[in-house]
């Protein structure tokens, strides 16, 4: 069970305040109580019991999960599984794990939270991720109508395919293949072959 977003989550800033948030068992209770005094304080537990489903400790739970999510990550670059003890069903345990996962996405910038930074999330960039090429690349510049395909094209890696009679064929990288259209950006030429690259990257690559 994930839990709607209707929680506020905590403000980055609030995470050095706020220091290590535990969850405790205390009976049918939770106390979920954030150390709020500006020094230092170690990092935030990774273990969490739940038992109570009233609406302010689950949202406490949220909060706690997500502050602690944050602090386990520190400064990678991938996520880290949560570890909450107790009924893993329970909705105060769920909401402690959704938090975590939570913080962390956002911390990353995973908009779309499945543990990957794509090129289109928040998160992403292009100095360091991906290919590490910025902008528009130079072998699509002056095409309008099929700049995305074009781009598509461009960031493809060298690939290789064997045909029916057993001979091996070596297809140079997106980059190489665009630099060696016979036509200028722009041009029903140059879309034409930028079209029949993309077929054949997909008759080899993806089916």
Same mark, same amino acid.
């Given at each position: 069970?994930?839990?709607?977003?209707?929680?506020?989550?905590?403000?980055?800033a609030?995470?050095?305040?706020?220091?290590a948030?535990?969850v405790?068992?205390?009976?049918?209770?939770?106390?979920?109580? !954030?150390?709020?005094?500006? =020094?230092?304080? !170690?990092?935030?537990?990774?273990?969490a019991?739940?038992?109570?489903?009233?609406?302010?400790?689950?949202?406490?739970?949220?909060?706690?999960?997500?502050?602690?999510?944050?602090?386990?990550?520190?400064?990678?670059?991938?996520?880290?599984? !949560?570890k909450?003890?107790?009924?893993?069903?329970?909705?105060?345990?769920?909401?402690?794990?959704?938090?975590?996962?939570?913080?962390q996405?956002?911390?990353?910038?995973?908009?779309?939270?499945?543990?990957i930074?794509?090129?289109?999330?928040s998160?992403?960039?292009?100095?360091?991720?991906?290919?590490?090429?910025?902008g528009?690349? !130079?072998?699509?510049?002056?095409?309008i109508?099929?700049a995305?395909?074009?781009?598509?094209v461009?960031?493809?890696?060298?690939?290789?395919?064997?045909?029916?009679d057993?001979?091996?064929?070596?297809?140079?990288?997106?980059?190489?293949?665009?630099?060696?259209?016979?036509?200028?950006p722009?041009?029903e030429?140059?879309? =034409?072959?930028?079209?029949?690259?993309?077929?054949?990257?997909?008759?080899?690559?993806?089916?």
């Amino acid at each position: 069970m994930r839990m709607p977003r209707f929680f506020r989550r905590p403000r980055p800033a609030a995470i050095l305040a706020a220091g290590a948030a535990v969850v405790i068992l205390a009976g049918a209770s939770v106390a979920v109580t !954030p150390d709020t005094t500006p =020094a230092a304080a !170690p990092r935030p537990a990774r273990t969490a019991t739940v038992n109570d489903t009233a609406t302010a400790d689950i949202v406490g739970a949220y909060n706690a999960g997500w502050i602690a999510g944050v602090a386990d990550l520190g400064d990678g670059t991938k996520p880290t599984a !949560p570890k909450a003890t107790g009924d893993a069903n329970h909705p105060g345990t769920v909401a402690w794990a959704d938090g975590w996962i939570d913080g962390q996405a956002d911390a990353l910038g995973d908009d779309n939270r499945d543990g990957i930074v794509d090129e289109d999330e928040s998160g992403w960039d292009c100095r360091t991720m991906g290919n590490r090429q910025c902008g528009t690349p !130079p072998q699509c510049r002056g095409e309008i109508e099929f700049a995305d395909v074009c781009a598509t094209v461009a960031d493809r890696p060298a690939y290789a395919w064997t045909d029916e009679d057993g001979t091996p064929h070596s297809v140079a990288n997106g980059r190489e293949l665009l630099a060696q259209i016979d036509a200028k950006p722009g041009t029903e030429e140059f879309a =034409a072959a930028l079209f029949a690259l993309d077929t054949q990257w997909v008759q080899h690559n993806e089916n």
